[in-house]
């Protein structure tokens, strides 16, 4: 994840192309056909291997459980209906790692949900762009009218989602530390070169000390984000279930990509507001780019307040406020 | 890099966190903060007898043989419960360059006596200007013929006042310039030892030295080299000292956690708030940031790797989290953690000694700038 994200690997970021936690989760808890059927297909990394997924709702983003979107059982099929939103990439996605609710009829919100494989191809799915404020197309509206989805995609137990998607979330944000630092290190690699290449007031930028400081804090915090990272690869490997790290890393990821977007326009000084795509963009755009996508991205995969919650509770024991 | 403690360093961990709990009560260490000698002897004594003072110098000296990250283990129980004394500068300033650094003579005459506890030492390095830089050395060793001339100030240098030995850093050239390291006995004539009033009473002092005479057979390493046992003592002083700061911040982390579960206001705990839940994570999140990054120099010192940018990361990011979650610990307690009797104080008080022990943060980013191509 750190290398393919330093190298910029497309598909590998917002765990699309299913390597991310699809993967991972179907070789715990998936089925020996789905096993068989997936997996040969997220390892090639054909466009067949690609994978969106809907969690989200219009009325279901933090609070997760308030889904409302109904898969209903026949005999050998679900019937699906409702809305997903801010479904990343299911333009491009084969598959989608859905979320739905089989049973309404349930003491806590958090039963009854299930876990389901849709084909993108099926019958009765529409899919409505949204474009961020960046100008960028990354996520969707989905739409499911009447859609059949076969029982052989239920992934793990029948109303008992919740609990296979708190595994195939840890592996998401377990993977998040790893792939934010490759990326960042290479950004900051980027600005390092670029005050090394480029002068002010008669001398390489690289000789400001305020440059240099900055640089350096931003290098101090990658640092911090790698032993971060490091430390949860070491724990899984391991046979250690972690518990509040990966909550504390998504939170750290998000103070890292701010600290390193700022810190990027200000080295690029009035430059950094030139569209990314523009024969003047300085270092490609990537830090334009950046800078326009970070407050956004950081809300992705749970924002920071439901991370502290998780780590205030799990880790430090304090009682929840809600 | 391993993320845990070997059993043998689990095992030393719990003996001094047992130890400190039992030898040096809260109680002993407020009245060591007005003390004029700044520790205490019956507890350095039995520091002996646990072999702490010798830990990793070779046996052959009397010392235990043990490995750097060990005393890494035991430098940050020290900081946990606050160990007022001359050990970080007995050990971790002084006979860490003289095991590298000196002669088979010097070793086999002051190794031994640091090993037994018998003798207390003091690194004299900064001056009047309290920067930690080699541009600022102008207390001068000049020879004439027969031996050096010591004439100069130190400034916080650490128990000095109680020290047995003191290794000076002195210019044997122009200030600046030729730079050598001596190891000088703190009694000896012309050496007036003074000690400065600080916020947390951790022994500093300075010293004045008016024809103070050294001779060759005093200096460690190479004359001429004394910057280099400088960088060399401090990389490895500063690890400890990250380690000491480590143990502090878990100690005010924990102090401030419990409390916050117990304080009820509103009729809920205050823990319950998420504005504190969450200045509590940020706490978190530093703290064993912090963690990791000391366990890392001090594992590529221990490994023999190049390890200069990583204890620059580990002492600049241990200045920003002691301050930072002291502060928020303060404003988290309210009121009652404001008063002497409290615990919170200590840890507060010391911040600013820690911050400016061997370089301050701008020195340490300067020094990753450096490390990542600038
Ligand atoms: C770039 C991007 C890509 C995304 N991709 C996907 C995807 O592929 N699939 C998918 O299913 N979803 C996706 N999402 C949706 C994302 O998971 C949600 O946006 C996120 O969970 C937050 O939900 P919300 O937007 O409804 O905000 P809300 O839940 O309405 O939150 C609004 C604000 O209230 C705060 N808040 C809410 N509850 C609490 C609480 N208990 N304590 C303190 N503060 C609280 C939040 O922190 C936030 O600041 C994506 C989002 C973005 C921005
Ligand atoms: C220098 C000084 C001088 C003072 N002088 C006087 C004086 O002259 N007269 C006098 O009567 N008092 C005085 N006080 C007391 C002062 O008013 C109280 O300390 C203050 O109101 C906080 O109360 P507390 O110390 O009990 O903290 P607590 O109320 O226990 O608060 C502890 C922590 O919990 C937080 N907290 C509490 N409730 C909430 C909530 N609902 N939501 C979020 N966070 C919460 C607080 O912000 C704080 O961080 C003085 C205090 C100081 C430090």
């Not at chain 1, 996508?293 to 439901?306: C, K, R, Y």
């Not at chain 2, 590298?100 to 070793?107: A, C, L, N, Y």
Request: net charge neutral.
């Amino acid at each position: 994840m750190d290398e393919a994200s330093y190298w910029d690997i497309p598909g590998m970021t917002m765990g699309v192309s299913g390597v991310g936690w699809v993967g991972q989760s179907l070789m715990l808890f998936g089925s020996e056909e789905q096993k068989k059927k997936y997996i040969p297909l997220i390892a090639s990394g054909e466009p067949d291997g690609v994978w969106c997924t809907a969690y989200s709702e219009p009325n279901a983003g933090s609070d997760f459980a308030n889904i409302q979107t109904r898969a209903v059982r026949t005999d050998s099929e679900y019937i699906l209906n409702g809305q997903k939103i801010w479904t990343s990439c299911a333009h491009r996605a084969r598959w989608c790692w859905l979320a739905a609710r089989t049973d309404t009829n349930v003491a806590k919100k958090q039963h009854g949900i299930s876990l389901l494989i849709l084909d993108m191809k099926s019958p009765g799915i529409t899919i409505k762009p949204i474009e961020n404020f960046a100008g960028v197309h990354i996520f969707n509206e989905l739409f499911f009218d009447n859609v059949k989805v076969p029982v052989a995609n239920l992934v793990g137990i029948e109303n008992r989602g919740w609990y296979h998607l708190m595994q195939s979330l840890a592996f998401e944000r377990h993977s998040m530390a790893p792939q934010f630092y490759g990326g960042a290190r290479r950004i900051h690699e980027y600005l390092v070169k670029y005050v090394r290449d480029n002068r002010y007031k008669g001398k390489p930028m690289s000789e400001d000390s305020i440059i240099r400081h900055k640089l350096a804090e931003r290098a101090l915090e990658l640092e911090t984000l790698k032993m971060f990272a490091y430390e949860i690869t070491w724990k899984i490997s391991k046979g250690i279930i972690p518990v509040y790290e990966a909550a504390r890393n998504k939170a750290y990821c998000d103070l890292v990509m701010e600290r390193l977007a700022i810190t990027g326009t200000e080295i690029l000084g009035i430059y950094s507001q030139v569209d990314a795509l523009s024969k003047w963009a300085r270092l490609m755009g990537i830090i334009t780019r950046m800078y326009m996508m970070f407050p956004g991205n950081s809300i992705a995969a749970g924002t920071d307040e439901i991370q502290k919650n998780i780590v205030g509770q799990f880790k430090l024991g304090l009682p929840r406020p809600y | 890099m391993d993320f845990d403690l070997s059993e043998q360093q689990k095992m030393l961990k719990a003996m001094a966190g047992d130890f400190m709990s039992r030898e040096c009560s809260k109680a002993r260490v407020r009245q060591l903060e007005k003390d004029s000698k700044g520790y205490d002897p019956v507890v350095w004594d039995k520091m002996v007898e646990l072999g702490w003072q010798g830990l990793i110098l070779p046996e052959k000296y009397g010392g235990m043989g043990a490995d750097f990250l060990d005393l890494v283990v035991l430098m940050e129980e020290m900081g946990r419960n606050i160990l007022p004394g001359p050990f970080f500068s007995t050990i971790g300033e002084c006979a860490i360059p003289l095991m590298t650094f000196g002669r088979d003579s010097q070793k086999a005459d002051y190794l031994p006596l640091i090993a037994s506890g018998k003798n207390i030492w003091s690194l004299a390095v900064l001056e009047h200007s309290g920067r930690f830089d080699v541009g600022e050395i102008a207390c001068c060793a000049n020879s004439d013929g027969k031996g050096y001339i010591i004439n100069g100030e130190k400034w916080f240098s650490q128990y000095a006042h109680v020290a047995d030995r003191l290794l000076v850093i002195c210019c044997t050239g122009r200030q600046g310039e030729g730079i050598t390291a001596f190891l000088i006995d703190a009694k000896k004539k012309g050496i007036k030892i003074e000690n400065i009033p600080t916020v947390a009473g951790e022994g500093q002092c300075r010293i004045r030295f008016k024809n103070v005479r050294a001779s060759s057979n005093d200096i460690l390493g190479k004359r001429g080299q004394g910057w280099k046992v400088v960088d060399y003592l401090a990389q490895r002083a500063l690890v400890l000292k990250c380690a000491e700061v480590c143990g502090a911040c878990q100690a005010v982390l924990n102090m401030t956690q419990a409390y916050a579960k117990d304080r009820v206001q509103f009729d809920k705990p205050i823990g319950s708030f998420m504005s504190i839940q969450h200045k509590l994570v940020d706490m978190l999140t530093a703290v064993e940031g912090l963690q990791y990054l000391v366990y890392q120099a001090a594992w590529l010192i221990s490994a023999g790797q190049k390890a200069d940018i990583a204890v620059a990361m580990a002492k600049a990011k241990a200045n920003e989290v002691y301050q930072r979650v002291c502060i928020d610990a303060v404003r988290i307690h309210g009121a009652i953690d404001f008063t002497m009797d409290h615990d919170l104080g200590w840890y507060f008080r010391r911040i600013k000694d820690a911050e400016f022990t061997l370089g301050d943060t701008d020195f340490m980013l300067e020094r990753i700038a450096g490390g990542i191509g600038l």
